[in-house]
């Protein structure tokens, strides 16, 4: 089993688009891509944290719909924009506000938001966020997760902390 990481899918969000010039002629052709770009990637024993705005403005059926596309156990840190459809959906296998995990030997704390400061930095912990779509420059052991700095896929902590 393999852990990744994600953030910022935006899934039905048209403003994606422009907001954070996607290169999609379409919110389908986004959706498609992000659908592709994950299963290539994740397969079915993997684990994916997905940390926050997985679908915008989405109905029950859809998110749902989305998620049963999706390789993986999926695991959500909810972010401002994922509404009680998206929180409720049966596809996450967990649903927090922030939570952290240990990979090996080194502590992660994940949340939707960037911090300044996080549980034992100054001692080799890792904070893994998405919101700013790469927009934001990083703090020591501090990176943005999100699609739009990966290759619209998710990553595994090798692969942005080597």
Known sequence: ?????????HFGHGGTLGLYRRPFASVAAMDAALIE???????????VWHLGDFAIRQKAA???????????T????????DGPDVLAAPGWTSVQA?????????LLVLCHYPFRSWRDMGRGAINLH???HGRLSPLPRQFDVGVDGHGFRPVTLEEISP
């Open 1 to 9: 089993m393999t852990v990744f990481f994600t953030s910022d899918s």
């Open 37 to 47: 770009g994950w299963n290539q990637v994740v397969g079915p024993t993997d684990q």
């Open 62 to 72: 859809r998110v749902n719909a989305l998620l049963d596309q999706l390789h993986g």
């Open 74 to 81: 999926k695991h959500l840190v909810a972010g401002n924009n």
């Open 98 to 106: 922030y939570t952290e995990l240990t990979i090996g030997h080194r």
């Open 130 to 132: 998405g919101h700013s």
